[in-house]
């Protein structure tokens, strides 16, 4: 019986021709014919399972719109990351390379934290996941692992980033990865979200946000991103369905600047597959998108209607 159940999940898991991914939106090509389900439950919030092919293991969410990767770890070398997604939030560091106060809304499988905290093992990282499911998961089936300087809040990101603000803490290393079945959620993405994110954001901090390349929000959170912290660095790559808007509240640096901040961090960075070289020339900042757009607000946004 438990056998004819994996079968069953195997064939409706892999029948569709390509898998967007829920955090990192890549795409899993045709090819993959069959995947073992080592983990299935269902939460609270959502669906979750952890499958296996050809030595990648992905944690996927099941979606209005199909199944969904969160996160897809090699396990022939765990360290590199699958997704484009990934390397690009590592390209925060060009703003600021030594961040020892960092803040992720969204665990996944785990695999940022555990970078960033293998190249800063002094920074402390506050982890911000809803759902405990999500955070077991990680730990059993993706090798994350929580200790002294990180530490994971079972709580919705609003809450805590709130509450962070009137208690005075402060993030030099903000990354917003939060995700639902099929997009941020609502209430993270508004105009007065942002600002209590940057309430609780260093004079030199930055805040790295993935979003879709492709979304018909695409607009709206570009002018709503500006509105808060005015010109950003917007970070695209070919082959990915993400773009990752690179924020802070002073000037941004100059491209010099960016460059100089690369050639250190190129080493350390190479065992996750990042080519930290190449961001540079791609993180620009002239505005690409329809700026008559509105600003999203707690009143205005119209996520669920304009989503991907």
């Excluded at 969204?106 to 809803?130: C, V």
């Excluded at 300087?149 to 917003?176: M, N, P, S, W």
């Amino acid at each position: 019986m438990k056998t004819e159940r994996v079968l069953h999940r195997t064939r409706r898991l892999w029948r569709q021709c390509a898998l967007f991914s829920l955090s990192m939106m890549a795409s899993l090509f045709c090819g993959v014919v069959s995947a073992e389900v080592l983990h299935e439950e269902k939460s609270v919030y959502r669906n979750i399972f952890v499958t296996e092919v050809d030595g990648r293991r992905c944690l996927m969410f099941n979606a209005i719109r199909g199944e969904r990767n969160q996160t897809c770890m090699d396990m022939r070398n765990p360290k590199e990351f699958v997704f484009h997604y990934a390397r690009m939030t590592m390209a925060g560091l060009l703003v600021n390379p030594n961040p020892q106060h960092i803040l992720i809304a969204g665990l996944g499988g785990g695999t940022l934290p555990t970078a960033l905290h293998e190249m800063y093992p002094d920074a402390t990282i506050d982890i911000l996941e809803i759902d405990q499911a999500v955070v077991n998961v990680a730990k059993n089936f993706f090798n994350f692992q929580e200790s002294e300087q990180v530490q994971t809040h079972v709580v919705d990101a609003r809450v805590f980033i709130k509450r962070a603000g009137l208690e005075g803490k402060k993030y030099d290393f903000i990354v917003l990865d939060a995700f639902t079945g099929e997009y941020i959620p609502e209430h993270l993405m508004t105009q007065e979200f942002l600002e209590e994110v940057k309430q609780v954001l260093t004079p030199d901090g930055v805040v790295v946000a993935n979003t879709f390349s492709s979304s018909r929000l695409y607009s709206y959170e570009s002018e709503t991103y500006r509105a808060v912290f005015g010109d950003f660095f917007n970070l695209k790559m070919s082959g990915s369905g993400n773009r990752v808007i690179i924020a802070q509240q002073k000037p941004l640096p100059s491209m010099g600047e960016l460059k100089a901040n690369a050639q250190p961090l190129f080493e350390p960075l190479k065992p996750y597959g990042v080519d930290i070289l190449e961001f540079p020339a791609r993180m620009g900042t002239r505005p690409d998108w329809d700026q008559t757009r509105r600003v999203l607000t707690d009143q205005f946004s119209p996520a669920n209607l304009l989503g991907r």
